[in-house]
């Protein structure tokens, strides 16, 4: 079956260095990718999304890149601050159907 | 304000005893589904409805029903927990393909 699996189950980053959280997606045919953060306690809540026909967004302190050659996504922060602490997750969407991946746990240190 | 409300947030229950999970979405969305959280696995769909009396099966839909007799509505229904439906489940409505999906806010269910 289809499934999108992250590089690294965990992240430990610097206060004000910049992120990178991996992913590898499987479904070559997909066509729709976002980028969710889940803090402890809370649902996912959407950061950033790109479609198969770009390869990198832009939005507030976060990038997403897309290699479609080797099925490929980055998500990317900016001056990571402590508010970004929380589970990353990768989600690949082909139509109605969005697979997620295991999720990465980034920790900022003060 | 755009919400995803699910209830219970929290439920102890007993092996066997039937129970439902409401949600109830406010964005007039067509599409809503279900997913569990399991430690380590991600999320995975449980079943989706992508329209009033429209359902399918997702991944992992052995043990769970679902209806969708009104849009705003999705309701998850286990007829018999069992222990290793214990997990953290969420829904979620997308307006159509390709747009990103929206949350509630979990329901952690235990099941003894």
């Known amino acids: 079956g289809e499934s999108v699996g992250l590089h690294l189950p965990t992240l430990s980053v610097q206060e004000g260095d910049n992120s990178i959280i991996n992913c590898a997606y499987s479904n070559s045919a997909s066509d729709y990718f976002i980028w969710y953060k889940q803090e402890s306690g809370k649902g996912p809540q959407f950061i950033i999304d790109?479609?198969?026909?770009?390869d990198k967004r832009q939005g507030q302190r976060v990038t997403v890149l897309l290699n479609k050659t080797v099925k490929h996504l980055s998500l990317q922060i900016a001056a990571t601050q402590p508010g970004d602490s929380a589970v990353y997750f990768c989600a690949e969407s082909l139509s109605y159907k969005l697979s997620f991946g295991a999720g990465t746990t980034v920790t900022v240190r003060a | 304000e755009a919400q995803v409300t699910q209830n219970p947030r929290y439920l102890i229950t007993v092996t066997g005893k039937k129970l439902t999970v409401t949600c109830s979405q406010n964005m007039n969305h067509e599409y809503m589904s279900w997913y569990r959280q399991d430690p380590g696995l991600g999320l995975r769909q449980i079943y989706y409805?992508?329209?009033?009396?429209?359902?399918d099966k997702g991944d992992v839909p052995e043990g769970y029903k679902v209806s969708r007799k009104e849009k705003r509505n999705f309701p998850l229904i286990l007829e018999s927990p069992s222990p290793n439906q214990t997990s953290l489940y969420f829904c979620a409505t997308r307006l159509s393909m390709n747009t990103e999906a929206f949350f509630g806010q979990g329901t952690r269910l235990t099941v003894v």
């Open positions: 409805s992508m329209n009033v009396e429209v359902t």
């Open positions: 790109i479609r198969s026909n770009m």
